[in-house]
Nanobody, 116 residues
């Protein structure tokens, strides 16, 4: 069974940076199948960053140029580098597959709060 444990969130001022980590345990063929999602209060979950079938990084329009997804295969970890953070980036961030079927259950996520 695959388990996903996110960490690295926190409180940061607008314009600041954070790096989120997602440690993967259990059987998974490739870390490139994972992605970062976020859910803000009262909003639907949003896919933030993922990999293409060729391994290129893909970012949602809302974070393009500011967020970058990467992996460390030796550590079985997926990262999300977030720069130039904005208050609207405030959300709980999760890692999971980019598309259904998602790994279940989802991890606990990591809270990111950006103050203005």
């Amino acid at each position: 069974q695959v388990q996903l444990v996110e960490s690295g969130g926190g409180l940061v001022q607008a314009g600041g940076s954070l790096r989120l980590s997602c440690v993967v345990t259990g059987g998974i063929l490739s870390l490139y199948g994972l992605a970062w999602h976020r859910q803000a209060p009262g909003k639907q979950r949003e896919l933030v960053a993922s990999f293409s079938s060729r391994g290129d990084t893909i970012a949602a329009d809302s974070v393009k140029g500011r967020f970058t997804i990467s992996t460390d295969n030796a550590k079985k970890t997926v990262y999300l580098q977030m720069n130039s953070l904005k208050p609207e980036d405030t959300a709980i961030y999760y890692c999971n597959r980019a598309l259904r079927p998602y790994f279940s259950p989802w991890g606990q996520g990591t809270q990111v709060t950006v103050s203005s």
